[in-house]
C-alpha cells in the first residue's frame, strides 16, 4: 500500500478506486475552462435527458470552496431556475449548510446530473457515466477540501458503491485518485418527509467539520 493509503488507513478513511479524477492540464487555467465547461453542459446532447429540459442546471457558487456539495439530478423547479437545490428541498438545504456556520455563496452545489429526469424518476446508469465528466471537471477546479454526497443516488455514484444510505453515511471516504475527502448526508427531500431524520445530518457534518479541523 502506497504512504497515502497507510495515511487514510490510519485516519480511518475508506478509499475507493472506482472513479478516477484526470491530473489538471497544465495548459488551461481555472479561469478558461469554467465558461468552456459551462458552455458544453449548456449544448449537451449526450443524453436524451436535453429533450425534456428547459434549463441545465450547472451549479453554482464559490468557485474555490472548502465545501462541495453534490446532489441527485435537477427537480422541476431547478430545471425551470437553472439553479440546484431550490424550493423547499433547497431551502432545507440552505440551513444544513448555515448550521456549519456557511452560507450558500461560501460553497459550491452541483448534481451529478445536469438535466432533469423526467417525473423525477432515478438516473440511468448510462446517463450518470454520460454526465460524469462534468462534474469531476467541477470538482477538479474547485479543488473542495471535502465533498458532501447529498442523498443516496449522489453517494452511489460518487463512491461507485451499492451499499445503503445506512451504511455510507457517518464516515469520511475517499473520492477519486484524490482521495479527497466525501461524507455522505441524508438529502433534504427525505428530511422533509422524515424530520426525526434530521438530527443524523447534524451529527454527520460534526463528522466533517472534525475531520477538517485536524
Ligand atoms: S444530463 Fe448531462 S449528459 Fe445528459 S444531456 Fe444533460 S448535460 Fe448532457
Known sequence: MSMGGKLFQSLGIDTYKLRDNSPK???QTKDNDWPRIESKVTNCTKCSLHKGRNKTVFGDGNRDADWFFVGEAPGKDEDLQGKPFVGRAGRLL???IFSIGLSREEVFIAN???CRPPDNRDPKTQEVEQCFAYLE???DLVKPKIII???RIAAQSLLGSDLPMGKLRGRIHGFGSSKIPTLVIYHPAY???SPSQKHKVWEDLQIAN???KK
Do not use: C, H, P, S
Request: hydrophobic share 50%; proline share 0%.
Open 25 to 27: 492540464n497544465a495548459n
Open 94 to 96: 440552505t440551513e444544513v
Open 112 to 114: 451529478i446530473l445536469k
Open 137 to 139: 471537471r467541477q470538482i
Open 149 to 151: 454526497a447529498v442523498g
Open 191 to 193: 428530511l422533509l418527509r
Open 210 to 212: 472534525d475531520f477538517l
